[in-house]
């Protein structure tokens, strides 16, 4: 049998009767859009994060631009002012920006953490920077205590991408808690994942969070009164009520990737495999174990060949992508290079110690290509 990269279906298979009920409420209640359930896991999910407000939304780009449209109603953000956003994110974030009216300026990551880089922020603040948007990718959180001063400094929002980074935490806070808000994402392969589409901003500003509420639900918050030009997003009860029974497990969930992330870190050596580097463990949540290597796609092969299946976060940066053709900086070199560079282990709660042991052996297997 195969090592899958990530078996969405045996992480749920493990809750299927708790959620089947779940399930069976919602069909049996008649009410299916913002409703108990939503409310019951906004409430949940905000006091698991540590803050005071959540707000469930349609899905994790969503949560961003719905953050940015709140700003931009609040008069926080205009058309045209800059946000500064790590080069080599998932494209959402982008999209979040440029959807927003808004100009994503892209900095080059620390090549060691893959987050945004502390020293190269300030550089690209001009006078149209309004925001920074840190995504804690793969997990990781990036360096909040040196990106929030440098935003208080410059007076600039900070809006966290933490759609990879359910359960990182630092000194104790939880991804999501550092910024001004912070977007979620309940993707079915994230480390907190919905049976469908989901997501919701965190924050502790009331004021922000009766914008998204607003926001998300046609500007309104009282049936037939609109107050802002709002869109269609909201988190539907049936989501909620299956997020309600996976948040109890979250927990444990990243546990038992600390507990994989561990294992290769302490066995996998090779002079053609990269590590992913760990400034504290709690931290990372290991959404994805990513390594490095200048054979990337050989060993790619390899693994495929031993049954392993790895996968590539991001085969192409986002400056790259047709949708941006031209449109961006392209000085990039560190960001396009960890594009040639970069795959992703099975790493997941349902990955066995077998299945760990068999991805161990794969990559200890590898010859380079000479
Ligand atoms: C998944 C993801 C998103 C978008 O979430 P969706 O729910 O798929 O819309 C945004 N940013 C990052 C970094 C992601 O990994």
Redesign the pocket.
Known sequence: MDVSFLDVRAINARHADELKAAAARVIDSGWYVLGEEVAAFEAEFAQWCGLPHAVGV???????VLILRAYRTLGRLAEGDEVIVPAN?????FL?ITQSGLVPVAVEPDTQTFNLDPARIEAAIGPRTRAIMP???YGQLADMPAITAIARRHGLLVIE????AHGATWSGRRAGAFGDAA?????P??NLGALG???AIVTADPVLAQRVAALRNYGSLEKYRHLYQGVNSRLDEMQAAMLRVKLKYVDADVDRRRAIARRYIAAIDHPDIALPSVSAEERHAW?LFVVRSAHRDALQAHLRAQGVHAQV?YPVAPHQQPAYAGSLRDDLRLTERLHDEVLSLPIGPTLDDHGVERVVAACMSFRSPT
């Open positions: 349609g899905n994790g780009l969503d949560a961003l994110t998932f494209i959402a974030s979040a995504v804690h990718l991408d933490a759609a990879q977007a979620f994402s309940f993707f392969a994230k589409d989901g997501g959404h976060h």
